[in-house]
């Protein structure tokens, strides 16, 4: 087959194709919006990590000496709206999901080319809207938006926030169609979905919460908004309304939103075990079913966000039994991917340590919520430093690692370079230490009574000292974050050239060259093979390089 | 494309359905039936809703199973958001 | 330019002008725009979905107010946005036969009539509108009052604060409605400029029939919410 160049002689590759920034703000390829997306989350994770360090450097000491108390609010409320709607929600999806769904499922491009794009330029315009949000002033709703604080009583930019919100969710929905109709319609002959690789099994559960849920919390913002500049009464208690109607919409999106999160992750985590260990993924059926599983299970168990808002106790039992149902295919999960190491031959990569950091605390995050489902237990925790370890355990110490597993597994086909892995398992290094010193200590002062969202602890000087440990781990944790933006940098100039699969991985985006030519494949592969063909694949990982 | 195609007298007589429907609805809701009132008036809301699904938007002639697993799970989410929500409302008062 | 031994395959790609590059075949883009519609409609379901389950909450709540309230809606006007709307549905189902057959010319006259009736109806909605509004039934306004008793309890006096929560669900559920109907007009008068250069034939018409099932999801959304609004105890 004729290989493309461009007029250097080098050959063409989606990178390569056009220069100039209008082929960048006007493609349609599906690997450059990937790429687009990628600069986006990264600057917003930023700024979220920014508003985490401020939090911290207020928690090193009990009284409230750095900020004001309002201030304080703002800082958790946008720390927490930036992480979760413009980084957490999109990260994998948007970036990893973006650039290799279509690769591995055969086909040229995602089923609506167009739409990805409004979709990051809906995501631009949510971001922006959220920057402007923060230099206004700022919020102080919480992240959760709660009514009647957020409708009756603050000053702020509630009602700018709230449409950053609802902009990004509708991205985000369209990111999900796009997937299912792509993962339904455009695979390639013989790709059936017993072959689909377990990513694209990921990826394909959270579009189908994206798109049942997100217009629910959508709907949400946008009655608080109404609420708040016409004075309506749907929410507030002294007209009428009920402010649990509101969290209950809320949280029928938001509880599945950390499946939206975590799911993705669980996806990467598949593929790298698999190639780290060389071995089939253990249970295939079974990990696919409980991603859809957990999708399915996820949409009912939101009260339990609610136990101590003024539900009624039938309610909450009813809720805390399902919570405990969705537990279950997360741990089938756990099981197989340990199933899958077992007698594996296994190396010890950069990916393959942020996935096994990944699976470790996130059954320490997983089973921590089971400790919150339960009603007795959760009385004492809810509204503490418990619950905030709990997420943190799950959405950084599981997600962020994925991701950054997922990051370092597919550089190499993304960029056409190799990153330098001494350095990345120094910052994979940093990164488990880091956050496990910021946030083991606060399932302990969480245990201990310490509350959230409060600015001054200085009742209770007895929980400085672990709060002088998170805060340290938390600076650490920053180091780790920054050495992969650098030496990722780095390497697109100074690194290796990558050949075709460096990882002698199985899956069709290591059967084409780093970085992929515009339309992927030169001919329609035609797959007659089953996922993980690791028995087949004689080679072992490439150790270094 | 082998794509059924409706023909005229059809289309016309789900529309007389429709406006059936309206008009006894409009009845009905004139009439004492108690607490059957709402029921009789959401029965035939539903009734003509699945007119408009099977022959206004063709899912009775399309050959695609995927577009009724669509319809049914975004109306099993629904039912979800409001049977689980009422769970709470329904047994505030319990004591 | 190196031609892809994809398309080559598929000559047909270069035969259709309305054939995008990636899909393989003129069945599967139009398998897969369908699709993309009724996932989309999915999510107009939940967001509604979510209105709906608001109203539901307060008519449990607060069903004597409510029924007070929807009283005060002009049965009549409501009945007959319904008939249009109907009616409304019925054209464009005919505009999408049309475009089936082959009939270019009258699918522009289909389409047309989709659109008149749609502002008709947007019509009476602004009267509706503007009747509340004179009869101080506008929710969060400090004059707001809505006279009169619970519908079979002449000593029961309507709650304000309660019908508040009426005239709040009436207006957000029939103003999303509306901005729906609004987008859908505006859908509808593209594809009738497009649908008179003769864009859309018996083999490429799939924009006709997607924007066709976006307005028949319109139209069941307000078969539930006539009903809902209008016709709460109207027998009292």
Same mark, same amino acid.
């Given at each position: 087959?004729?290989?493309?160049?461009?007029?250097?002689?080098?050959?063409?590759?989606?990178?390569?194709?056009?220069?100039?920034?209008?082929?960048?703000?006007?493609?349609?390829?599906?690997?450059?919006?990937?790429?687009?997306?990628?600069?986006?989350?990264?600057?917003?994770?930023?700024?979220?990590?920014?508003?985490?360090?401020?939090?911290?450097?207020?928690?090193?000491?009990?009284?409230?000496?750095?900020?004001?108390?309002?201030?304080?609010?703002?800082?958790?409320?946008?720390?927490?709206?930036?992480?979760?709607?413009?980084?957490?929600?999109?990260?994998?999806?948007?970036?990893?999901?973006?650039?290799?769904?279509?690769?591995?499922i055969g086909a040229k491009d995602l089923a609506f080319p167009r739409i990805n794009l409004l979709s990051w330029y809906l995501?631009?315009?949510?971001?922006?809207?959220?920057?402007?949000? !923060?230099?206004? +002033?700022?919020?102080?709703?919480?992240?959760?938006?709660?009514?009647?604080?957020?409708?009756?009583? $603050?000053?702020?930019?509630?009602?700018?926030?709230?449409?950053?919100?609802? @902009?990004? *969710?509708?991205?985000?929905?369209?990111?999900?169609?796009?997937?299912?109709?792509?993962?339904?319609?455009?695979?390639?002959?013989?790709?059936?979905?017993?072959?689909?690789?377990?990513?694209?099994?990921?990826?394909?559960?959270?579009? !189908?919460?994206?798109?049942?849920?997100?217009?629910?919390?959508?709907?949400?913002?946008?009655?608080?908004?109404?609420?708040?500049?016409?004075?309506?009464?749907?929410?507030?208690?002294?007209?009428?309304?009920?402010?649990?109607?509101?969290?209950?919409?809320?949280?029928?999106?938001?509880?599945?939103?950390?499946?939206?999160?975590?799911?993705?992750?669980?996806?990467?985590?598949?593929?790298?075990?698999?190639?780290?260990?060389?071995?089939? %993924?253990?249970? /295939?059926?079974?990990?696919?079913?409980? $991603?859809?599983?957990?999708?399915?299970?996820?949409?009912?168990?939101?009260?339990?966000?609610?136990?101590?808002?003024?539900?009624?106790?039938?309610?909450?039992?009813?809720?805390?039994?399902?919570?405990?149902?969705?537990?279950?295919?997360?741990?089938?999960?756990?099981?197989?991917?340990?199933?899958?190491?077992?007698?594996?031959?296994?190396?010890?990569?950069?990916?393959?340590?942020?996935?096994?950091?990944?699976?470790?605390?996130?059954?320490?995050?997983?089973?921590?919520?089971?400790?919150?489902?339960?009603?007795?237990?959760?009385?004492?925790?809810?509204?503490?430093?418990?619950?905030?370890?709990?997420?943190?355990? %799950?959405?950084?110490?599981?997600?962020?690692?994925?991701?950054?597993? +997922?990051? &370092?597994?597919?550089?190499?086909?993304?960029? *056409?370079?190799? /990153?330098?892995?001494?350095?990345?398992?120094?910052?994979?290094?940093?990164?488990?230490?880091?956050?496990? #010193?910021?946030?083991?200590?606060?399932?302990?002062l969480g245990y201990m009574g310490m509350p959230r969202r409060y600015w001054d602890y200085s009742k209770a000087p007895e929980?400085?000292?672990?709060?002088?440990?998170?805060?340290?781990?938390?600076?650490?944790?920053? @180091?780790?974050?920054?050495?992969?933006?650098?030496?990722?940098?780095?390497?697109?100039?100074?690194?290796?050239?990558?050949?075709?699969?460096?990882?002698?991985?199985?899956? $069709?985006?290591?059967?084409?060259?780093?970085?992929?030519?515009?339309?992927?494949?030169?001919?329609?592969?035609?797959?007659?093979?089953?996922?993980?063909?690791?028995?087949?694949?004689?080679?072992?990982?490439?150790?270094?390089? | 494309?082998?794509?059924?195609?409706?023909?005229?007298?059809?289309?016309?007589?789900?529309?007389? =359905?429709?406006?059936?429907?309206?008009?006894?609805?409009?009845?009905? =809701?004139?009439?004492?039936?108690?607490?059957?009132?709402?029921?009789?008036?959401?029965?035939?809301?539903?009734?003509?809703?699945?007119?408009?699904?099977?022959?206004?938007? &063709?899912?009775?002639?399309?050959?695609?199973?995927?577009?009724?697993?669509?319809?049914?799970?975004? !109306?099993?989410?629904?039912?979800?958001?409001?049977?689980?929500?009422?769970?709470?409302?329904?047994?505030?008062?319990?004591? | 330019?190196?031609?892809?031994?994809?398309?080559?395959? &598929?000559?047909?790609? &270069?035969?259709?002008?309305?054939?995008?590059?990636?899909?393989?075949?003129?069945?599967?883009?139009?398998?897969?725009?369908?699709?993309?519609?009724?996932?989309?409609?999915?999510?107009?379901?939940?967001?509604?979905?979510?209105?709906?389950?608001?109203?539901?909450?307060?008519?449990?709540?607060?069903?004597?107010?409510?029924?007070?309230?929807?009283?005060?809606?002009?049965?009549?006007?409501?009945?007959?946005?319904?008939?249009?709307?109907?009616?409304?549905? #019925?054209?464009?189902?005919?505009?999408?036969?049309?475009?089936? !057959?082959?009939?270019?010319?009258? %699918?522009? %006259?289909?389409?047309?009539?989709?659109?008149?009736?749609?502002?008709?109806?947007?019509?009476?909605?602004?009267?509706?509108?503007?009747?509340?509004?004179?009869?101080?039934?506008?929710?969060?306004?400090?004059?707001?009052?809505?006279?009169?008793?619970?519908?079979?309890?002449?000593?029961?006096?309507?709650?304000?604060?309660?019908?508040?929560?009426?005239?709040?669900?009436?207006?957000?559920?029939?103003?999303?409605?509306?901005?729906?109907?609004?987008?859908?007009?505006?859908?509808?008068?593209?594809?009738?400029?497009?649908?008179?250069?003769?864009?859309?034939?018996?083999?490429?018409?799939?924009?006709?029939?997607?924007?066709?099932?976006?307005?028949?999801?319109?139209?069941?959304?307000?078969?539930?919410?006539?009903?809902?609004?209008?016709?709460?105890?109207?027998?009292?």
């Open positions: 087959m004729a290989t493309a160049v461009v007029e250097t002689g080098e050959r063409e590759t989606y990178l390569n194709k056009e220069y100039g920034i209008k082929s960048w703000l006007l493609t349609v390829d599906h690997k450059r919006i990937a790429l687009l997306y990628l600069m986006s989350i990264t600057f917003f994770f930023f700024i979220g990590g920014f508003f985490a360090l401020l939090i911290r450097l207020e928690l090193l000491t009990p009284a409230g000496d750095l900020v004001e108390a309002d201030t304080y609010n703002k800082l958790f409320t946008m720390h927490g709206m930036v992480m979760i709607f413009f980084f957490l929600i999109p990260a994998v999806p948007a970036v990893l999901g973006n650039f290799l769904i279509p690769i591995m995501y631009i315009i949510g971001g922006i809207l959220m920057v402007y949000t !923060i230099l206004a +002033g700022g919020v102080d709703t919480g992240w959760t938006f709660y009514p009647p604080l957020s409708t009756e009583f $603050l000053k702020t930019n509630v009602v700018t926030a709230a449409l950053a919100v609802f @902009v990004s *969710g509708f991205s985000s929905i369209l990111t999900g169609l796009n997937f299912i109709v792509t993962i339904h319609r455009m695979r390639a002959p013989g790709m059936t979905w017993n072959r689909l690789p377990l990513f694209v099994w990921a990826h394909y559960a959270t579009s !189908i919460i994206q798109v049942l849920g997100t217009p629910v919390v959508a709907i949400a913002v946008v009655l608080v908004a109404l609420e708040r500049l016409f004075h309506l009464g749907i929410f507030n208690p002294t007209l009428g309304g009920d402010p649990l109607l509101f969290q209950h919409l809320f949280w029928f999106y938001s509880h599945p939103a950390v499946y939206i999160m975590i799911v993705p992750g669980m996806g990467i985590v598949s593929e790298i075990v698999c190639c780290f260990s060389r071995k089939r %993924i253990f249970g /295939y059926k079974a990990m696919a079913l409980a $991603l859809v599983g957990i999708a399915v299970v996820g949409f009912l168990v939101w009260a339990h966000h609610m136990f101590v808002a003024g539900i009624s106790l039938y309610a909450a039992l009813i809720f805390s039994l399902l919570s405990y149902f969705v537990a279950v295919p997360s741990a089938i999960k756990v099981f197989n991917w340990t199933a899958t190491m077992y007698k594996g031959s296994i190396t010890y990569q950069t990916p393959m340590l942020y996935a096994f950091g990944f699976i470790g605390l996130f059954t320490i995050g997983g089973l921590t919520g089971l400790f919150l489902a339960a009603l007795g237990v959760d009385v004492h925790v809810t509204d503490t430093y418990f619950v905030v370890a709990h997420f943190h355990y %799950i959405m950084v110490g599981g997600m962020v690692m994925a991701y950054l597993a +997922g990051m &370092h597994f597919w550089w190499p086909k993304i960029s *056409g370079r190799m /990153y330098p892995e001494g350095w990345g398992r120094l910052a994979a290094l940093l990164v488990f230490v880091g956050f496990n #010193l910021t946030f083991f200590p606060q399932f302990i929980f400085q000292i672990l709060n002088v440990f998170s805060t340290a781990g938390a600076t650490i944790l920053a @180091v780790g974050y920054l050495l992969p933006m650098i030496y990722f940098l780095w390497s697109m100039r100074y690194g290796k050239p990558a050949p075709d699969n460096p990882w002698n991985a199985a899956g $069709l985006e290591w059967t084409i060259p780093s970085p992929p030519s515009t339309f992927n494949f030169d001919e329609q592969p035609v797959v007659t093979w089953e996922a993980y063909n690791y028995d087949e694949i004689k080679q072992e990982v490439p150790v270094a390089h | 494309m082998s794509e059924h195609i409706s023909s005229v007298k059809l289309y016309v007589g789900i529309w007389l =359905a429709l406006l059936a429907g309206t008009g006894l609805t409009v009845f009905a =809701a004139y009439v004492d039936l108690g607490p059957f009132n709402t029921i009789v008036a959401l029965s035939i809301a539903t009734i003509k809703a699945v007119l408009v699904v099977l022959f206004f938007m &063709h899912v009775k002639y399309a050959h695609e199973r995927m577009t009724k697993l669509v319809i049914v799970t975004a !109306i099993f989410f629904l039912f979800i958001l409001l049977a689980l929500s009422m769970a709470d409302y329904g047994t505030r008062l319990w004591t | 330019m190196h031609t892809s031994p994809v398309a080559a395959a &598929h000559p047909e790609a &270069h035969d259709n002008p309305a054939l995008l590059h990636h899909f393989a075949t003129a069945e599967q883009q139009k398998d897969a725009a369908s699709f993309g519609m009724w996932l989309f409609l999915v999510t107009e379901v939940m967001f509604f979905g979510g209105m709906f389950c608001a109203y539901l909450v307060y008519r449990y709540w607060y069903f004597g107010d409510f029924g007070a309230a929807s009283q005060s809606l002009d049965i009549r006007l409501g009945a007959l946005n319904t008939v249009v709307l109907i009616c409304s549905s #019925l054209t464009v189902a005919l505009a999408v036969r049309c475009a089936q !057959i082959g009939k270019q010319k009258s %699918i522009v %006259i289909y389409l047309l009539l989709t659109i008149v009736l749609g502002l008709a109806f947007l019509g009476v909605k602004a009267v509706e509108y503007k009747s509340k509004f004179d009869e101080n039934h506008i929710p969060g306004q400090a004059g707001f009052h809505l006279a009169g008793h619970i519908p079979s309890h002449p000593d029961i006096p309507v709650n304000q604060a309660h019908a508040q929560v009426y005239f709040s669900l009436y207006f957000a559920m029939t103003g999303m409605h509306a901005l729906h109907m609004i987008i859908g007009v505006g859908l509808f008068a593209f594809l009738t400029y497009k649908a008179w250069q003769g864009r859309y034939t018996s083999d490429y018409y799939t924009p006709v029939e997607n924007a066709g099932l976006y307005w028949h999801f319109v139209d069941i959304v307000w078969i539930y919410l006539f009903p809902l609004l209008y016709l709460i105890d109207r027998h009292k």
